[in-house]
């Protein structure tokens, strides 16, 4: 019995690994690190319950030829996530939440195993409803910057909700909020990985817009309880918002993370992004309910392991 995950050398995917493992699976991860980093998984590549096939999924992967019959669980993160990464590649990120989910769909299919999607918050583009339930439909501009990512996630949830009507698939669909800790790439571009180097490197904080524009951080721990969680259910498809649901704005965060690194750095103001979401928090009933989540980590003790990382990697 193997585990598959695409995405697994990126952040959450490989903190995933690093936790199936740990737990005794065997694990393949599929990844063409265009957004992922070897060293990620550097560490794993001794494990032999470990297999790393590289791998672009917007083409087909063949289960005979790789050896894959005795796949279980497809968990597909395969996605370039931060906005910075996906407006560098936008077509490679519609097609891989097209032709990419459509192709690991296939294999599920074929080896009729369980999949569950690494939907993602931004399906609720600039939201209009505060905070965020599952039944919102959402406010996205089809045609803007981050469109590529939102879109391209909105028709991998409708891909694979007529695929599990179609051919009887048991689908998951996990709407993943704002996440954070360790692994992340110093120059990924998102917030958190921004301001702590910024700030560990004495260099200004940067603050897009005015900082009032809000987010709400899941440390990577919490998130991967609650993909596992979603994984074992039985009979239920989601989606299901997962993520912590203390808001903060953009500003208290650069404040916060100055305080804690002892930072001499200053606070610089720069123009707010096109179409960037002026508010974000999970609505998580529907995640306590049926997966009996609830995230454990306070803010400023995952803060303060992520700074550990960066300082450590620097
Ligand atoms: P990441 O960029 O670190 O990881 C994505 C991984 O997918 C990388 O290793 C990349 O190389 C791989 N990949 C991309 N395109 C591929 C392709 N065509 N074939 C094979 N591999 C490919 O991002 P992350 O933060 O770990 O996000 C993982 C998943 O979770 C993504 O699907 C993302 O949309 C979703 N998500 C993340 C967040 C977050 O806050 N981190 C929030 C919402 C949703
Ligand atoms: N942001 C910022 N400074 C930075 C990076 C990001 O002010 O150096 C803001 C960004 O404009 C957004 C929020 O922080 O309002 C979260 O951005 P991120 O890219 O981490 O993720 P998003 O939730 O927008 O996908």
Redesign the pocket.
């Known amino acids: 019995m193997s585990i598959l995950i695409t995405g697994g050398a990126g952040f959450i995917g490989s903190h995933l690994c690093e936790r199936l493992l740990k737990t005794g699976h065997k694990v393949i991860c599929v990844d063409n690190f265009i957004t992922g980093d070897h060293s990620n998984i550097d560490h794993l590549m001794k494990d032999p319950n470990f297999r790393l096939i590289e791998h672009d999924i917007t083409n087909p992967i063949l289960g005979e030829e790789l050896d894959l019959e005795d796949v279980t669980e497809i968990f597909n993160l395969a996605c370039p ?4 990464d996906y407006q560098k590649i936008p077509l490679e990120t519609l097609w891989v939440s097209a032709a990419g989910t459509k192709n690991m769909l296939d294999l599920a299919v074929k080896l009729k195993a369980r999949f569950l999607q690494a939907s993602t ?2 399906v609720y583009g600039d939201p209009l409803e505060h905070p965020q339930k599952e039944s919102y439909f959402g406010n996205v501009n089809c045609l803007g910057p ?1 469109s590529c990512y939102d879109e391209g996630k909105r028709f991998g949830e409708s891909l694979i909700t007529n695929y599990s009507h179609k051919y009887g698939l048991d689908t998951k669909i996990v709407r993943i909020f ?1 996440t954070y800790g360790p692994k992340m790439r110093a120059h990924d ?4 990985p ?2 702590i180097t ?1 700030a560990l490197s004495g260099k200004s ?5 005015d ?1 009032y ?1 809000t ?1 709400s951080f899941c440390y990577v721990d919490d998130m991967v309880d609650g993909i596992l969680a979603l994984m074992a259910t039985k009979d239920f498809k989601g989606p299901v918002n997962i993520g912590n649901p203390e808001e903060y704005s ?1 500003k208290a ?2 404040e916060k993370i100055v305080e804690l690194t002892d930072s001499k750095s200053k606070i610089v103001y ?1 123009n ?2 096109q179409d ?2 002026k508010v ?1 928090r999970p609505d998580i009933t529907l995640a306590k309910k049926t997966l009996g989540f609830e995230p454990k980590i306070k803010f400023e003790h995952g803060l303060k392991k992520t700074i550990e990382w960066f300082k450590n990697i620097s």
């Not at 996530?81 to 910075?84: E, Y």
């Not at 571009?189 to 958190?192: A, L």
């Open positions: 996530a931060s906005p910075i918050s931004e981050r704002n571009g998102r917030v958190i921004n301001f910024q904080i940067t603050i897009y817009g900082g524009q987010r953009i965060l650069a720069k707010l992004p960037d979401p974000r």
